[in-house]
């Protein structure tokens, strides 16, 4: 968590006053990769690195919005909010996800009033753990609250995915926003991301290894490769499987996503396919059941299930839908050699970023020191390897 006292002093600096403070969590997806815009399902824990947002309301209609990591300060205009172009050229970055959520939250029918935001993030930006989530429902729920709108986490999950699609330029799904929102600690979520109902799998008392009750924990090696989705890539891939949606539909009838299709029809349209659409739906349609295969390992406690299931994610991903990077197929590797381990995949975007592992926890120092020494001998890189316990979504925090 970040350090409010620090936060609280900065603040008093830059702005003067007393702030309210509130935080968001990034996440890892234990599994269920790029099925969420699919309508498919998802299985996120919310994990304790924050994004921290400082804020007092101002009497203009001004919101003036400095980060702490880029030590930057921008200022926005409630009243030409509606109305600006976004992603606004020649802004940095970072600002137009703020931009995009007062927008949001505007156009949703929430009356902002202005206010000075500092923000600090620790969620690893460009690692596949959801910073740009974390900065979004820490800033919604602050100008939220601080107009006197109460709206519930799923809403505000929703509110900030439409800011990142509109505003950002990304057409991600509702995974990332919702795990931010709806994290609960202890616990895993698997949502189904056609209807966004969830439920809660309690992963701490699950993760236990079978033979003797060891706990297991989740595991996150950063290859440090960034990765790009905003790039293109990801966007790509989306068009991707609407294709594989447009052409499926013409055939069968009531395809309105990859979540309607089965294996079976699927290999039965193939020849009429493109294969690199063929691939990307397979990967979806047999993510989908991987993730249903994975909270029944869960809740019968079978690890070395949930980790086949895990690898074979992770497959699938590097072939069939092609958003893996050789620095993280070698981290999966190099978890597979090391004893103690149940499973390994990607997680996120791809494209870089991090793998997650379920790692005995007698074995974890084991694993960080062989994994770590071992990637740094075949990339040249240093890699940063995090034990993560699963916390709550976002929320106020007392100063
Ligand atoms: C990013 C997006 C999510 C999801 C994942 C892939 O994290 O923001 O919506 O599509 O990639 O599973």
């Known amino acids: 968590m ?45 994990i304790g690195f924050f994004t921290t947002v400082a ?71 460009g690692s596949g753990l ?3 989530a974390a900065l979004e429902l820490a800033c919604a729920l602050a100008l939220a609250d601080t107009a006197g709108a109460s709206l519930e986490p799923q809403t505000l999950a929703l509110l900030c995915q439409q800011a990142e699609n509109q505003f950002v330029g990304t057409r991600c799904g509702i995974m990332d ?65 609407e294709l594989a949606v447009q052409y499926l539909n013409g055939i069968a009838g009531s395809v309105t996503s990859l979540r309607d299709v089965s294996l079976e029809m699927l290999q039965a349209q193939r020849g009429g396919m493109k294969d690199v659409i063929f691939r990307r739906s397979r990967h979806v349609v047999e993510e989908n059941a991987r993730v249903e295969g994975a909270a029944q390992a869960l809740a019968e406690s079978n690890l070395g299930r949930f980790g086949e299931y895990m690898y074979a994610s992770h497959r699938s991903l590097r072939d069939d839908f092609e958003v893996s990077c050789l620095e993280l197929d070698l981290m999966v590797r190099l978890a597979t050699e090391i004893d103690g381990v149940y499973g390994a995949r990607m997680t996120g975007g791809g494209f870089g970023g991090c793998t997650v592992n379920l790692v005995r926890d007698d074995a974890v120092e084991r694993f960080s020191a062989l994994v770590g020494e071992r990637y740094r001998h075949a990339t040249g890189r240093e890699s940063q390897i995090y034990v993560c316990g699963s916390v709550d979504g976002v929320a106020r925090v007392a100063a």
């Open 2 to 46: 970040s350090d409010l006292a620090m936060l609280r002093g900065e603040f008093a600096q830059r702005f003067g006053g007393e702030p309210a403070f509130y935080q968001a969590p990034g996440r890892v997806n234990l599994i269920g990769e790029y099925t969420d815009y699919n309508g498919g399902f998802v299985m996120p824990a919310a």
């Open 130 to 132: 959801s910073s740009s």
């Open 177 to 241: 926003q919702f795990a931010s929102a709806c994290g609960r600690a202890g616990h895993a979520l698997l949502i189904d991301c056609r209807s966004t109902e969830y439920r809660l799998l309690p992963l701490e008392a699950q993760m236990r290894s079978p033979d003797d009750l060891a706990a297991v924990r989740l595991v996150i090696c950063n290859t440090e490769v960034r990765h790009h989705h905003a790039s293109g890539e990801y966007n790509r891939r989306r068009e991707q499987c």
């Open 55 to 125: 804020i007092r309301p101002r009497s203009d209609r001004r919101l003036r919005v400095h980060s702490l990591n880029i030590a930057k300060t921008v200022e926005l205009d409630l009243e030409t909010l509606r109305t600006t172009q976004l992603p606004r050229r020649g802004q940095p970055h970072w600002s137009n996800y703020v931009a995009g959520v007062a927008r949001s939250l505007l156009l949703h029918g929430v009356d902002l009033q202005g206010a000075d935001l500092l923000i600090h993030g620790e969620v690893p930006i």
